[in-house]
Each structure stands twice: as structure tokens, then as C-alpha cells.
């Protein structure tokens, strides 16, 4: 044992010290309550087969299938809307670019909750769109309180950061590929569906999985539109609260965790960068 | 003539997606200080309905402060050393520590707010407090501040620094507190910004562990959604937008500069 203790060690022991507040924390509040809601979601009447009844129960399959197809309509969408957008104003600059620019990414603070709002006034029944078609052919259109309205909440949710990250994307590309495209005798089209998407691929795969993780796992916009939406989050809020189901509402929460962490996992191998959901 | 005529279908797509997000913000914006939103502009503007979401629901708005107050406090004491202590670690220990804490970006708010109400629901007086909800924001925010802080010193070379004051003779704590934060400041700055930003609108969670007497700003929100006419929770929303729109512009702001601190340590 030396008598002066060289730098390094108490260095080391400081790094070490450094790490014990985020390991109390986040053994207590995430950890420890993860493993918890492992355990209670196969403590019901059926056992771990809870984890099963996602994919066996009718009920339980028609709401994933449900959740699965909105997610990948609102991906599919979102990403074909976003690239054509950013990919404009990435390439033209014009008088208001900036406030268009501002314009489109303005709602990125918005949370699920006011997202829902939005789309109430846009589609409800007091909506906009609503007003119009009854003027326009006598029947007012109400798209909020459904599936519809809930894809559109979903849209209006991820254009913002999909746009972003496009622009970003479109700004890195090298310009040299497009000439030298251009210079062989590529036409427009023949530049954008050879060179400039697939270079967009790891945008749209780290933009789109994010998406995809919001629109299966968000809850405050669906919850605002209705509670009888039959998407998954909601699903899981109702056997929670009014059916006190707790076993089954862990037991869907694991198979959603999993599900959306999977999706970002996937997307984050694939494009490299790191992708986080939001909601 | 046929670029023109691209260039004006490229612009009419964009401006038709920026009303369809900016055309629903500004009608409620415009509900909000509208006499009666039915009868339009016409019937008048007034600030009544913002003065009645006054007196209903500004102990939400002081709570939603209060808590998000109290998650940056926790995040900046949890998240900084421990940014600090993975950068100098480095190695596959602390890739999985950043893997674990990241971890809640991925999985859906409403399952983790389920996780913690299995887990302590039974400790009834931690359960009706503000605190719960704080220890749910603070799993959800505290990734963010870790990987911004963790963003700026992986471009600075805080190995030569805290060398450097090593040699001076600062113990480590000094070295921390006066070398490594004042370097790692734009990325706590910004970190602290998205932080406040995010738990200021965090609903997900926010929604399972609240109690009736722990309602926040965007809890009051649902709420008037649910209940209040449409000129109420719109006025509601223009306060939530007055709030939350300066801290966006400041984060991004932030970000860029945290950012430009990263690609200037880049340089060689």
C-alpha cells in the first residue's frame, strides 16, 4: 500500500463516484420498475401466456394489426411528404424560404395532447374542413374522432422532424454525383430515383422508424381525438383503468416496449445514427 | 418553362403542407381571444377566456414550472458527472449503461408510467406527491442532457485538460467542477433547455401518475379538451404555446451553438 496514492487511482475512484447517482436513479425509477411490470404482466390468470395473448387473443391481434397498419400509413406518408418538401427547400432559395422553414417546424414542441387539438379544429366537428365541405357539397366532413383523425395527428406529429432531418440530409449530399449523373445523360427523374433517394436512405430509414415508434406507441394525441380509437396505447389505457386488467395491460405495455425498441434498434444498426421515439 | 412550372407545384406542396400544420395553430390561437368562436372574429375579441383559464388552472401552470424546476436540478445532478464519468470510462461497461438509459426514448411513455405506478403505487404518500411525476420526467429527460453533454466533451479533449489540472495539483472534484463543466457548458445549456421543454409538455407519463391534486399544464390541457367550450381550452393552449415557443427557439438555438462547440473542437 503506498503511502501517497498516485492520481490515477483517486481519479478512478472519483470516475466511479460520478456514476453512483445515475445508477441510484436509474436502478430505482427505471430498472427496478421495468422488471416489475415484466413480472405482474405474467402474474394474471393465464400466466406468461399473457405475453401470447397479443398475437392469440382475436381481440388483442385486430388492435396490433390495427396499430401496425396506422403506423406504417403514417410512416409511408409522412416520408414521401417530407422528402418532397425538404428536398425543396433544401435546393431553391427564394424570398420567405425562412418563414416557410420556421413554419414547418414550429409544431416540434407541440406534445400528443395539443397535436390531438389541432386536428379538432382542423376536422372535428366544429373544424374547418368540416365548414368548407359543407359549403362546397352540403355534408359535413368530421374526420377527427377516428382512425382518420388519428392518422392525420400522427402526420402532423412527424412532418416537422422528418423534414429536419431530409433538409439535413439533403445538405450533406455531394453534389459531384448529381453532375456526373446529369453529365452521362440522367434526366430529372433518372437523377432522383438513382442517385439522390437512395442516398437519402439512412434519413428515411432513422425519420421513418421514429414515426413509425411515435405513431404505435403515442398516446396523448389519441386520448384527445377518443378513447375508443382501438389502436394499441389506448387499448392498454382502458384495461389498465376501467377494466383493472392489470396483467394484461403489462403484459400489451412489455409487447409495445419491445416492439417500438426493436423498430429504433433495427433503424439504428441500419443507418448508424442514434434515433429516439417521442410522443 | 417546364422548370418554372415544377419549381411552382414543388412551392404550392410545401405551402399547402406548412397550413396544414400552421392553419390549425393559428384558428386556435384566434378561438382564444374570440368573443364566441361559432359567430367568428365578428362577435368580437376578448381576453375573458384567457382570464377564466386564469383563475381554473393557473396552479397547473405554477405546478408544471414546479416540476419541471425540479427534474433539471435532479437531471443536472444525475446527468453531468455521470456524462463526465462515461466519457473518461469509455470501454463496453459504459456503452451499456448509455444503452440501459437511453433505453426510455425507445419504449412507449405509457408503459414506463405503468412500470412506475406497479412499482410504487403501494408507497402511498410518494405516490400523491409532485415527486412522483418528477421521478417520471426525470427517466424520460435524463438521456438527453447525458448524450448533449457527453456530445461536447467527446469533441473536446478532456483527457489533456484534466491532465493538465491533474498536474497543477486540483484534486478531482476541482477539476470536475472548475475544468470539465465550464468546458461541457453549451452542452449543458442546451441539455437544460430541452430538459424544461420537454418535461413542460410531457404528457404520456404525466397522465398515469398524476393524482387530482398533482395536475399538470398539459394534464389541465386534456382536461379542458375534454370539458371546457372550445374558446377556454383554446385561450388554454395560447398560453401553453407562449410558453413553450421562446424555450423551443432558445433550444435550437442552443443546439446550434453546441454543435458549432463540436465541430470547431473537431478541427485539428
Known amino acids: 500500500m503506498p503511502l501517497v496514492r498516485s492520481p490515477s487511482v483517486s481519479r478512478a475512484g472519483f470516475v466511479r ?19 416489475r411490470i415484466v413480472v405482474v404482466g405474467a402474474s394474471g390468470e393465464t400466466g406468461p401466456a399473457a405475453y ?11 388492435t396490433l394489426i390495427n396499430t401496425v397498419l396506422l403506423a406504417t400509413a403514417t410512416t409511408a406518408a409522412t416520408l414521401a411528404i417530407a422528402t418532397i418538401a425538404g428536398l425543396f427547400l433544401q ?15 414550429f409544431p416540434l414542441a407541440f406534445p400528443g395532447v395539443v397535436v390531438g387539438f389541432m386536428i379538432i379544429l382542423l376536422a372535428g366537428r366544429q373544424g374547418l374542413i368540416g365548414d368548407i365541405t359543407s359549403r362546397l357539397i352540403g355534408e359535413k366532413l368530421v374526420l377527427a374522432y377516428s382512425m382518420a383523425g388519428l392518422f392525420l395527428g400522427y402526420l402532423y406529429f412527424s412532418i416537422p422532424r422528418v423534414i429536419l432531418t431530409i433538409m439535413a440530409a439533403v445538405e450533406k449530399l455531394d453534389p459531384a454525383l448529381e453532375e456526373a449523373a446529369r453529365a452521362l445523360g440522367a434526366g430529372p427523374w433518372a437523377v432522383h430515383r438513382d442517385v439522390i433517394l437512395p442516398a437519402l436512405g439512412p434519413a428515411f ?50 409487447g409495445l416496449g419491445l416492439v417500438a425498441w426493436a423498430i429504433l434498434t433495427l433503424a439504428r444498426s441500419v443507418s448508424g445514427g442514434t434515433v429516439a421515439a417521442a410522443g | 418553362m417546364r422548370a418554372r412550372l415544377i419549381f411552382a407545384a414543388q412551392l404550392l406542396f410545401t405551402l399547402l403542407v406548412a397550413a396544414f400544420l400552421i392553419v390549425p395553430a393559428v384558428l386556435s390561437m384566434l378561438a382564444g381571444v374570440t368573443a364566441n368562436y361559432f359567430r367568428g372574429i365578428a362577435s368580437g375579441l376578448t381576453l375573458q377566456w384567457v382570464v377564466q383559464v386564469w383563475e381554473l388552472y393557473a396552479e ?4 408544471s414550472f414546479l416540476v419541471a424546476g425540479m427534474t433539471l436540478v435532479v437531471v443536472l445532478a444525475v446527468g453531468v458527472p455521470a456524462a463526465y ?20 426514448l425507445a419504449i412507449p411513455g405509457l408503459a414506463i408510467a405503468l412500470a412506475l ?43 489533456t485538460l484534466d491532465e493538465g489540472a491533474a498536474s497543477l495539483g486540483a484534486p478531482p472534484w476541482r477539476r470536475f467542477r472548475d475544468v470539465i463543466v465550464p468546458n461541457a457548458r453549451p452542452g449543458i445549456v442546451a441539455g437544460a433547455l430541452t430538459v424544461v421543454t420537454l418535461s413542460l409538455g410531457e404528457f404520456n407519463l404525466t397522465w398515469m401518475l398524476h393524482t387530482p391534486l398533482t395536475k399538470t399544464l398539459p394534464v389541465g390541457l386534456a382536461d379542458s379538451y375534454a370539458s371546457m367550450r372550445l374558446e377556454v381550452a383554446s385561450a388554454y393552449t ?27 473542437g473537431k478541427r485539428p
Open chain 1, 17 to 35: 463516484l460520478c456514476l453512483l447517482p445515475l445508477a441510484v436513479v436509474a436502478a430505482a425509477f427505471f430498472v427496478l420498475p421495468m422488471a
Open chain 1, 52 to 62: 401470447l395473448a397479443i398475437l392469440t387473443e382475436p381481440r388483442y391481434r385486430a
Open chain 1, 91 to 105: 435546393r431553391h432559395r427564394f424570398p420567405g424560404r425562412a418563414v416557410l422553414v420556421a413554419m414547418l417546424t
Open chain 1, 205 to 254: 430509414v432513422a425519420s421513418g422508424a421514429i414515426a413509425f415508434a411515435t405513431a404505435m406507441g403515442a398516446f396523448g394525441t389519441a386520448f384527445t381525438l377518443a378513447t375508443n380509437i382501438d389502436v394499441l396505447p389506448m387499448v392498454i389505457y382502458t384495461e389498465f383503468t376501467l377494466s383493472a386488467n392489470i396483467a394484461m395491460a403489462a403484459a400489451l405495455s412489455v
Open chain 2, 60 to 63: 397547473t401552470i405554477a405546478r
Open chain 2, 85 to 104: 464519468a462515461l466519457n473518461v470510462r469509455g470501454g463496453r461497461l459504459s456503452r451499456m449503461i448509455e444503452e440501459i438509459i437511453t433505453l426510455p
Open chain 2, 117 to 159: 405506478l406497479l412499482t410504487y403505487g403501494g408507497f402511498s404518500d410518494f405516490r400523491r406527491s409532485w415527486l412522483f411525476i418528477v421521478a417520471g420526467h426525470v427517466v424520460f429527460t435524463l438521456p438527453f442532457m447525458v448524450r448533449s453533454v457527453m456530445a461536447v466533451l467527446a469533441a473536446i479533449d478532456v483527457k
Open chain 2, 238 to 264: 395560447l398560453v401553453f404555446f407562449v410558453m413553450i415557443i421562446p424555450l423551443l427557439t432558445a433550444m435550437q438555438l442552443a443546439a446550434d451553438r453546441a454543435g458549432g462547440a463540436r465541430s470547431k
